[in-house]
Nanobody, 117 residues
Framework: QVQLVESGGGLVQPGGSLRLSCAAS????????MDWYRRTPGTERELVAR???????NYADVVKGRFTISRDNAENMLFLQMNSLKPEDTAVYYC???????????WGRGTQVTVSS
């Protein structure tokens, strides 16, 4: 079972960039579908980006062309490169893992991203 810890959040001006990281401990990281979700107060978590064990990716329409998800299976790491950030990207960002065979899932505790001038 993996444990997930996010880092890299912070305050950035509109148009700026941040790179989020998710460190996974445990076995079989390469077998997990990995996601980034985000949530703003009073809303449900929304899927931002997904990467499969085979490194296929997909993105929410609102972040396409601005965000890039990637993974390093050798280091058990997941990343989200966020460029051209907008105030509406302000949210808590969560790392999420689903084992591709057992469907076991795990959540990280989240990292705050604030886009403001």
């Amino acid at each position: 079972q993996v444990q997930l810890v996010e880092s890299g959040g912070g305050l950035v001006q509109p148009g700026g960039s941040l790179r989020l990281s998710c460190a996974a401990s445990g076995r079989d990281f390469s077998l997990y579908v990995m996601d980034w979700y985000r949530r703003t107060p009073g809303t449900e978590r929304e899927l931002v980006a997904r990467i499969t064990p085979g490194s296929d990716t997909n993105y929410a329409d609102v972040v396409k062309g601005r965000f890039t998800i990637s993974r390093d299976n050798a280091e058990n790491m997941l990343f989200l490169q966020m460029n051209s950030l907008k105030p509406e990207d302000t949210a808590v960002y969560y790392c999420h893992a689903v084992h591709s065979l057992t469907r076991l899932e795990r959540w990280g505790r989240g990292t705050q991203v604030t886009v403001s001038s």
